[in-house]
């Protein structure tokens, strides 16, 4: 009877080790698959944000071998800095903060499309400025500042102008909101201000960000423009 029931934990004990060391062999596979899947995506995404490291990739979720199985990645954020400009009208960014959902492969994630992106992009205030193609800079309080020289009276003079950005969606541009444009050092009631910002500042054009993106809002800070961005369709790739 004793020796039977040393027969029957010694059998347990097996089965146990057995599914500890199957288990840990499952966890061990499933976060293998998880790490080369975030190394190809990064390496894709180099190659198409033009940075000089490969991004930071992370994905969540457990188990991850079911959404291998079904090559279909739930959400991948992306984090990346400095991006090259990837063609003639390419804006650059300064940091990309980007979540990613439902990302699809066809090719077991050689290549990788999501179907939605939303995030992030911050941009540089000396990359607005060339492309306003005046001098600009952060005013605080949110505003942004912009100097042009204009005509008042027939002479030639410096006007400096702060407003708060605001969103041109339809465009995928930026005005300025709530001006305030001093001549002179002279205030200029708001009628004038607004009247003279049209003739004067163009809008600023935020075409061109990386990922087919599209700016939805614009935030004026101390250290750029957060742009925020969202796109349907995305290949994570060149």
């Not at 739930?74 to 990302?103: E, F, K, P, S, W």
């Amino acid at each position: 009877m004793e020796r039977r029931h040393r027969s029957a934990l010694t059998v347990l004990a097996i089965v146990v080790l057995l599914a500890g060391l199957l288990a840990a062999g499952l966890y061990g596979a499933d976060r293998w698959a998880q790490q080369r899947i975030e190394r190809q995506a990064a390496e894709n995404l180099q190659i198409a944000l033009a940075t000089a490291g490969e991004p930071d990739v992370s994905i969540d979720g457990f188990p991850f071998l079911s959404q291998v199985a079904a090559r279909h990645v739930r959400q991948m954020r992306v984090v990346a800095d400095d991006l090259g400009l990837t063609g003639d009208n390419a804006l650059a960014v300064a940091h990309l903060d980007l979540l990613l959902t439902d990302v699809m492969t066809t090719d077991w994630f050689e290549t990788m499309t999501a179907s939605h992106a939303d995030g992030t992009a911050l941009v540089d205030y000396s990359v607005l400025e060339r492309a306003a193609t005046v001098p600009l800079s952060y005013a605080g309080e949110g505003r942004i500042r912009m100097e042009t020289t204009t005509t008042l009276l027939g002479a030639k003079v410096v006007a400096q102008i702060t407003g708060l950005p605001r969103l041109e969606r339809g465009e995928q541009s930026i005005t300025l909101a709530d001006p305030t444009i001093k001549v002179a050092d002279v205030d200029l009631p708001d009628f004038a201000a607004t009247a003279l910002l049209g003739t004067v500042i163009k809008p600023i054009p935020l075409k061109g960000l990386p990922l087919g993106l599209a700016a939805t809002s614009v935030a004026a800070e101390a250290d750029g423009l957060r742009i925020g961005v969202a796109a349907d369709d995305v290949p994570l790739q060149a």
